[in-house]
Nanobody, 124 residues
Framework: QVQVAESGGGLVQTGGSLRLSCTVS????????LGWFRQAPGKGREGVSC????????YLADSVKGRFAISRDNAKNTLHLQMNSLKPEDTAMYYC?????????????????WGQGTQVTVSS
């Protein structure tokens, strides 16, 4: 059974930083691309960032470029999202997801395994 678990969310002031982590078990971690998505109240789930199975290809949404960075540690089955210069509009539930595609588009339909999410709140 595949299990995806996020951690690291919390409350932070504008301009602050957080580092989200995600552990994945029950699949061959190095064969799966991984992504971060977020969903704010009343809005749809949007892609934030993704990283290929090899870790060589990364993608960041325009809204977070220059502020967020994605990385993975295949030896520890762990994914990270470093978030700097946080803004109130970054407030959302953040979800980690795994895709059987090696380099998928950052779209929810390409990701088949999801965590329960971790809340990020940025105060103004």
């Amino acid at each position: 059974q595949v299990q995806v678990a996020e951690s690291g969310g919390g409350l932070v002031q504008t301009g602050g930083s957080l580092r989200l982590s995600c552990t994945v078990s029950g699949l061959s971690f190095g064969d799966y691309a991984l992504g971060w998505f977020r969903q704010a109240p009343g809005k749809g789930r949007e892609g934030v960032s993704c990283i290929s199975a090899s870790g060589q290809v990364t993608y960041l949404a325009d809204s977070v470029k220059g502020r967020f960075a994605i990385s993975r540690d295949n030896a520890k089955n762990t994914l990270h999202l470093q978030m700097n210069s946080l803004k109130p509009e970054d407030t959302a539930m953040y979800y980690c997801a795994a895709s059987s595609f090696k380099t998928p588009p950052l779209k929810t339909s390409f990701f088949g395994h999801w965590g329960q999410g971790t809340q990020v709140t940025v105060s103004s």
